[in-house]
């Protein structure tokens, strides 16, 4: 699911101080897509990507919900080999 507001904003760093009510109001609008949809008492993942680096490809800011299933850290850790190393 994206969150998007109708107000352009390129990146969360071009957020001005009149603009954080906005900011504010996307997540609780996440909150409520959750509700709604039963992701809230499982859990739920929001992500912002910030410019290049961050993984920003839309400049034009927006929340991704991630839902539905259990989300590790690090993404992708079932792809990732784990080698212990002993010390």
Known sequence: ?????????????DISQEQRELVGHLYWVASEIARQNGYASEGYRLVMNCNE???????????HMLAGKPLGWPPYQERIKHNPVEA
């Open 1 to 13: 699911v994206l969150i998007i507001p109708k107000q352009a904003i390129a990146t969360v760093n």
């Open 53 to 63: 680096f961050g993984g920003q490809t839309v400049y034009h800011i927006h929340v």
